[in-house]
């Protein structure tokens, strides 16, 4: 079965730092793509983050500059830095992981249970 368990979520103040992390079990790790994906109140889910299975990286416009996606396949676990946190970043934050990032995207894959990120001006 797979899991994915993401922690570090919190509250935090405008300008502050989060670092979130999802270790995954289940899956053989190095060979999925795994991402973040955060859905803010009221609003749909959305990409912040993706990392393939070869290390490339992409990033939503929004979160450029501010966070890293990165991932230690020898513990199974994928990190995102968020710097700079601003307000409009508060939300449930995801880890998702797939073979492939379209999969994610589209919701399928393997997702975790979420944790929260709270940013107060």
């Known amino acids: 079965q797979v899991q994915l368990v993401e922690s570090g979520g919190g509250l935090v103040q405008a300008g502050g730092s989060l670092r979130l992390s999802c270790a995954a079990s289940g899956i053989i790790f190095r060979l999925n793509a795994v991402g973040w994906y955060r859905q803010p109140p009221g609003k749909q889910r959305e990409m912040v983050a993706t990392?393939?299975?070869?290390?490339?990286?992409d990033y939503a416009e929004s979160v450029k500059g501010r966070f890293t996606i990165s991932r230690d396949n020898a513990k199974n676990t994928v990190y995102l830095q968020m710097n700079s946190l601003k307000p409009e970043d508060t939300a449930v934050y995801y880890c998702?992981?797939?073979?492939?990032?379209?999969?994610?995207?589209?919701?399928?894959?393997?997702w975790g249970q979420g944790t929260q990120v709270f940013v107060s001006s």
């Open positions: 990392i393939t299975r070869g290390g490339s990286t």
């Open positions: 998702a992981a797939a073979v492939e990032i379209a999969t994610m995207t589209s919701g399928r894959g393997s």
